[in-house]
């Protein structure tokens, strides 16, 4: 029997917010990721992994398509100059410019190099700024419970989405859980969710205990300006992934819009280990980490965190043999993943120019404008719209967290956050003063 103190605890009220939190997953994986990128950097020489990793995801892991986006070398109508005319612009809206111009991505010619092995809690808070870790966070029957009934549930269906007109689909399965009490719509991927789960009394219990543990954590760190205090960090929403051997979840920063700026997600792993990696956003040829995530512990991702770092769940490797020791009693195989979150940006932009909800993102590229908060139209990538050329829409405004509605006209306004030790930023911004 497990008894939590819970009885005078209501669910918390769910909020209207969507979470556009784009799963850049490929959709065919016959060959590696490293193979494809291996294939690209040989055609594309002049690319950093970064970008073309950028590229071949926004692509759906398709190779063909990626060299068509990047100019394909062997077709003089294909140039890198309709690329960078029309593409390139459009991949920047995108990916949050996450594709630097060409010499800003050089890499020297070297290779992608292995990640870092982070092994231990000390290892990864020594390591990772705005990352915590916590081993065996529930009672063992909870955390049981819950992967038991999670990796048989059903319901959990793979992600779809819209990318330059194609539709992606994921290949992990997902599913939301709301509390019973929301009334509220909750919106993903820009979509109104219908298709969803209430919580179960494990999933609950479950919350509050992740709620309990990091208001504590938070209450012995440094707060980030936008950060919700201490004590108040509360979940409204539940997003479940589950990954069977030959699944991934790839390389991305969740999306800011409706969990806000330096926003804190709860990430519980239960079952099968799987490597989670992480590596900053800039430069692009920063060193990646990999952690090992045990059932039943908790990677808090701390204010700063979806700002500074990307993270991915990758594919185990080609043909692994998993040995029985690794095998999990409950699950096998699988892996199952909560993301507790909590949805503090409640007011919703909307573009000016056409209407639609705009999206929050960090510019990071370039170092004299990097940490500025900006909005941008999400009009161009929802499935009604699915991309048609001519149909983009350029809504923009500099997002202002203190004004009600939250943004501004005036870059000066803007709110903007530069990380402790980005002396590049800090240096370039300087020089502008
Ligand atoms: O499965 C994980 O550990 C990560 C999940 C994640 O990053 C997400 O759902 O956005
Ligand atoms: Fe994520």
Redesign the pocket.
């Known amino acids: 029997m497990i008894t939590l103190r819970i009885s005078s605890r209501t669910t918390p009220q769910g909020l209207q917010r969507d979470d556009l939190?784009a799963?850049l997953i490929y959709q065919s994986m016959a060959r590696s990721t490293e193979e494809k990128i291996a294939e690209l950097q040989n055609l594309y020489p002049d690319y950093g992994v970064d970008g073309l990793l950028d590229v071949l995801v926004s692509c759906g892991g398709s190779l063909k398509r990626s060299a068509q986006l990047l100019g394909d070398t062997t077709t003089p109508e294909s140039s890198s100059k309709r690329f960078k005319s029309r593409q390139q612009q459009t991949l920047n809206r995108f990916l949050d410019v996450r594709l630097l111009p060409k010499a800003a991505i050089k890499t020297n010619g070297s290779k992608a190099s292995r990640p870092i092995e982070l092994h231990s809690k000390e290892d990864v808070e020594s390591t990772l700024k705005y990352c915590t870790y916590h081993p065996n966070v529930l009672p063992l029957e909870l955390a049981n419970k819950l992967l038991e009934a999670l990796s048989k549930d059903t319901s959990f269906k793979p992600n779809e989405f819209y990318l330059f007109g194609n539709k992606c689909i994921s290949n992990?399965k997902?599913r939301i859980f709301l509390p019973e009490n929301r009334i509220e719509p909750f919106y993903y991927n820009g979509k109104r969710v219908e298709s969803y789960s209430t919580y179960s009394d494990e999933i609950m219990m479950a919350q509050i205990l992740v709620e309990e543990l990091v208001n504590d954590v938070l209450s012995q760190r440094t707060a980030l300006p936008f950060q919700v205090e201490a004590g108040k960090w509360e979940v409204q929403a539940v997003?479940?992934?589950s990954?069977s051997r030959d699944s991934n979840?790839d390389w991305?920063s969740?999306r800011l819009t409706n969990i806000g700026p330096h926003a804190i997600?709860a990430?519980l792993?239960l079952g099968f280990t799987?490597e989670?990696r992480v590596r900053r956003v800039h430069p692009s040829n920063s060193s990646t980490y990999s952690l090992r995530?045990q059932h039943n512990s908790l990677?808090i991702?701390h204010a700063g965190f979806q700002e500074e770092y990307k993270?991915?769940?990758p594919f185990l490797p080609k043909n692994c043999n998993i040995p029985a020791e690794d095998v999990h009693p409950i699950s096998n195989d699988v892996?199952v993943?909560l993301?507790f979150r909590n949805y503090a940006l409640t007011t919703k932009v909307f573009c000016k120019l056409c209407g639609f909800p705009m999206d929050l993102r960090r510019s990071f590229k370039d170092p004299s404008k990097r940490g500025l908060y900006i909005f941008q139209c999400s009009k161009s990538y929802t499935e009604e719209n699915s991309f048609k050329e001519g149909r983009e829409c350029k809504g923009f405004a500099f997002a202002c967290f203190k004004k009600k509605p939250p943004f501004t006209e005036f870059e000066t306004d803007g709110s903007r956050w530069i990380a402790d030790d980005d002396l590049e930023a800090k240096q370039a911004q300087r020089q502008l003063k």
């Open positions: 939190k799963r992990c997902s997003l479940s992934n990954y979840l991305h969740d997600i990430s792993s799987r989670f995530p990677i991702m993270h991915c769940v892996r993943n993301t």
